[in-house]
């Protein structure tokens, strides 16, 4: 062949070969089918889920607003995950809409309105919530109800101021009422015990009053019938009835507010401490307590006398003796603290007079009073003992004497009857 045909088979042969390997290597697998190029992935849908917030809730007030934060709380999906994308509006009972967050109690409505992106939550749903009053409580700390015994399990009359305590300070809130009373004792005796108050028409004032609501159930207070003696009086140039009422305790008179001697136990110490100095030097003293009153009858009741209808002379009042004495048994002393004027609180000796029956003094108001007593003719320690001494020495003395005269007498009869002396030679 010529050099030119023998240059063109070799370049056809070479372009065969290039051909050979440039195809791909399925087309020379048996039955194998050529791939299809993979589609583009798309986003799957996700489902809305519904928002969940119940049907109902309250709260005690507590002058605090319903914040966003109060919200919050309430909102949440079908699986209980919280939801943060929301709006709400709220409504009061009349259903007109709120421009400002509840704070005072009543019933109110909540709309929220959720709409998120991702994940997407979507919906609207209206709720009740109920702002409760708070429930106040009753102070009886400042009441008091006692009288003295009469025989009778009538209601003793109350005295005081009836507070209520709960109130969120700033709130303007109190309480009135027409009357106040405790129901009848148990029985007539001598006691201490709780007892119902009764109280007519109390209601509730002030700005912030409906936010509040008084207890269910009437108060309880310490009531007591103390033992006392009662003795009626007449006085000649007076119509009203009068009576002596002398009970075994004291307590604070009310001209003793705010004073060192507002407290029962207050006026027992400084009394106490009375007796205890004017009676320094004596033996076995011992004290008991008297509060000694004249009352006047007047509407229907028995009340402490005032200066309109108190005698101006007063009245003889006897005080019983204390337990286990009489008149000729013991010595006696009454002292009785003041309670009115500027000379409030200044105890002073009472005069009285020993009866048969107890000891009598002039009462015109009442006094707390303290009754000092020790056993009669007793004289001072020391004394008694000095005159012990002494007496054991005279007797010492002459039984010493009688039996020096005595040894005496004995040795002088001793020599008389010796026989006389001889001396032998």
Partial sequence: ?????????????????????????????????????????????????????????????????????????LVSDKSGNGVSQFTYKWYDDDGDRMDKNPVNAGEYRLTI?????????????????????????????????????????????????LCISGIIDGDDVFVSFDNIKAADFPNADAQRTKIPLIIENAQLGGEDADNYVLPKLAPEIEA???????????????????????????????????TEFSTTEAIKNALRSKA???????????????????????????????????????????LPYPEGTKDNSHEF????????????????????????????????QGEPIIVAYTPANQLNKGVLLGIGGAAVAVIAAMIFFRLLKK???????????????????
């Fill in 276 to 318: 205890n100095e004017e009676w320094a030097d004596k033996e076995d003293v011992n004290t008991v307590f008297y509060t000694a009153v004249l009352q006047v009858y007047k509407d229907g009741e028995w009340v402490n006398i005032t200066a309109e209808d108190n005698p101006s002379d007063g009245a003889a009042v006897v």
């Fill in 1 to 73: 062949m010529t050099k030119k045909f023998t240059t063109k088979v070799l370049g056809t042969i070479a372009c065969l070969c290039f051909a050979l390997f440039a195809l791909p290597t399925t087309a020379f697998a048996t039955s194998t089918a050529t791939a299809a190029p993979s589609p583009t992935p798309t986003a799957t849908p996700k489902p809305k889920v519904e928002i969940s917030i119940g049907s109902e809730y309250s709260k005690v007030y507590d002058g605090k607003e319903l914040s966003k934060s109060d919200v919050l709380a």
């Fill in 224 to 258: 007591s019938i103390v033992k006392a003696y009662i003795t009626e009086i007449t006085f000649p140039d007076n119509d009203n009835k009068y009576r002596a009422v002398v009970e075994e305790s004291v307590y604070p008179n009310e001209t003793l507010d705010g």
């Fill in 333 to 364: 002393a009454v002292y009785k603290m003041k309670t009115q004027g500027e000379n409030a609180g200044l105890i002073e000796v009472w005069a009285h007079t020993e009866k048969v029956d107890g000891l009598e003094i002039t009462l015109s």
């Fill in 113 to 161: 309105t959720v709409s998120d992106k991702d994940p997407v939550y979507t919906g609207e749903a209206t709720v009740k919530y109920i702002i409760q009053p708070r429930p106040l409580e009753w102070d009886t700390s400042n009441l008091s109800a006692k009288k003295p015994s009469d025989g009778t399990a009538e209601a003793a009359k109350v005295k005081g101021e």
């Fill in 407 to 425: 040894d005496r007498e004995d040795m002088a009869e001793e020599v008389a009857a010796l026989p006389e002396h001889t001396e032998e030679k």
